[in-house]
């Protein structure tokens, strides 16, 4: 069983940053692929990044690239999203979910992954 719990979340105007972090339960947090998706409300959910174990497979949704970067520390079991320059349309329930397959890779797919944690909203103002 692998538990996920996103922080970071909040209300920043346009332009702003957020770091969020996604803190992971499990010896070997460092063998799983990692992933970001967000939900607006009425939208499914979305791919937003994703990183392989060893952070050399980096994925970015068009929509971030450039200004979302996906990272990871596996001695602290912990994945993050810096997220900078902030727009309206970035407003979501943004969630961390994981891939416990053997040598899982960074996938854009959400039904690759097996464990989700329960969301942080991040607004953004206009």
């Known amino acids: 069983q692998v538990q996920l719990v996103e922080s970071g979340g909040g209300l920043v105007q346009a332009g702003g940053s957020l770091r969020l972090s996604c803190a992971a339960s499990?010896?070997?947090?460092?063998?799983?692929?990692m992933g970001w998706f967000r939900q607006a409300p009425g939208k499914e959910r979305e791919f937003v990044a994703a990183?392989?174990?060893?952070?050399?497979?980096?994925y970015y949704a068009d929509s971030v690239k450039g200004r979302f970067t996906i990272s990871r520390d596996n001695a602290k079991n912990t994945v993050y999203l810096q997220m900078n320059s902030l727009k309206p349309e970035d407003t979501a329930l943004y969630y961390c979910a994981a891939d416990v397959s053997f040598g899982g890779l960074a996938s854009e797919s959400l039904y690759e992954y097996d464990y989700w944690g329960q969301g942080t909203q991040v607004t953004v103002s206009s």
């Open positions: 990183i392989n174990w060893s952070a050399i497979n980096i």
């Open positions: 499990g010896r070997t947090f460092s063998g799983y692929a």
